[in-house]
């Protein structure tokens, strides 16, 4: 796949995500919160200049510091979001002024690790931003799911 076509991928799936967190929303922990993360890293991991040849061990170890580092970005962003329990026991989700400050965060280290890769004279292609982002958005997934099944019930709730 092209990396305009990568580049507009990544922004329609970032501006998606993103505005759905800043709204309340029913979290529904049945669906299948692992297939667009499964998807994009399909997607990734199907480009052939997704390590670079000219510098293997280079891009070896910046895609995995990379994608390390955002899977604990994933970690934070899912204890940033806001969970609650409304009185029919429906949970529901929202991002807060911490969850914005956490995708700050992740944007500015992976543009370090871009960075650093560019001091390197390592290629980096767009696909290692899809990887990493379909790493995030599963961990994420997986912390809010977490928390929402030991969210307590609202008749357990101590007055």
């Not at 692992?34 to 052939?48: E, F, H, I, K, T």
């Not at 200049?49 to 970690?75: F, K, N, W, Y």
């Not at 026991?89 to 914005?100: E, F, I, N, P, Q």
């Amino acid at each position: 796949m092209s990396g305009l076509v990568n580049a507009l991928v990544i922004l329609a799936v970032i501006a998606l995500v993103v505005t759905r967190q800043l709204r309340p929303r029913k979290v529904a922990t049945e669906r299948r919160f692992w297939l667009l993360p499964a998807v994009l890293a399909v997607l990734a991991l199907r480009d052939p200049q997704l390590i670079d040849p000219a510098h293997r061990a280079e891009a070896i170890g910046l895609l995995a510091a990379s994608v390390l580092t955002v899977l604990a970005m994933g970690c934070v962003w899912g204890w940033t979001v806001r969970l609650w329990r409304s009185e029919d026991g429906t949970v529901w989700a929202r991002g807060t002024k911490a969850t914005m400050a956490a995708w700050v965060g992740m944007m500015v280290l992976r543009l370090g690790w871009y960075g650093l890769g560019t001091a390197l004279h390592v290629h980096q292609s767009s696909s290692a931003l899809l990887l990493s982002l379909g790493g995030l958005l599963l961990v994420r997934s997986l912390v809010v799911n977490w928390r929402t099944q030991h969210l307590e019930h609202p008749q357990h709730v101590a007055a």
